[in-house]
């Protein structure tokens, strides 16, 4: 059911997801369930008329989505800005956790399609001892002559120490899904088993 909504009056897109549709509340939340201030980046949950009431005859799996007041847990990070506009950056199965810092996969993932050698680009989490996880990247490049420090220097200008890729697997494609969506779940099973 719809929870945004952009206003008509719009004069461009402005890469937000919208004010909040009548008689529905938005809160950002942090993984301890706080609410956090307008700009600061956590998990969306929403509550009104169209919010379901769980899911049918199954109560556990309501509990995980559902909280006692109602709230429902989107699984979107997202936050508010100073108008009130609502903004999706990442899906919370996504998110990468690095020595216990949350690194968003689009942030990365939009760094490195700004290198000039680039065709397309997916991140994804794979495990590691020392810091829980690492940031691997899975890119298809537009000139072959594209190297892996090539990459990692372009990535350390842009993105601080901890959010920087540490392992580049270089591909002819990405698997996708029929509408285009490269498919991180696939690529991040296929680095945990490798």
């Avoid at 004010?19 to 956590?42: H, M, W, Y």
């Avoid at 989505?65 to 109602?70: K, P, T, W």
């Avoid at 901890?162 to 002819?172: A, N, Q, S």
Wanted: overall charge negative.
């Amino acid at each position: 059911p719809l929870v945004t909504c952009c206003p008509y009056n719009l004069s461009g897109y402005n890469g937000s997801i919208g004010f909040p549709a009548p008689s529905t509340l938005i809160q950002v939340r942090d993984d301890a369930g706080n609410e956090l201030a307008q700009g600061e980046r956590g998990e969306l949950f929403v509550k009104g008329p169209q919010v379901m009431d769980g899911y049918w005859q199954r109560p556990e799996e309501t509990a995980k989505v559902i909280d006692n007041n109602g709230w429902l847990s989107t699984g979107d990070i997202g936050y508010m800005d100073e108008k009130g506009f609502f903004f999706i950056v990442d899906r919370k199965k996504d998110m990468i956790l690095v020595s216990g810092f949350n690194v968003f996969p689009n942030e990365v993932e939009d760094v490195v399609a700004l290198h000039p050698k680039v065709v397309e680009v997916a991140a994804v989490g794979v495990p590691n001892d020392a810091s829980g996880e690492l940031v691997k990247i899975f890119v298809v490049a537009k000139d072959k002559s594209l190297t892996e420090d090539e990459l990692i220097k372009h990535c350390r200008h842009h993105l601080t120490g901890y959010k920087v890729p540490k392992l580049v697997e270089f591909r002819d494609e990405l698997p996708k899904t029929n509408v285009g969506k490269i498919l991180r779940r696939q690529l991040r099973d296929e680095a945990n088993t490798a």
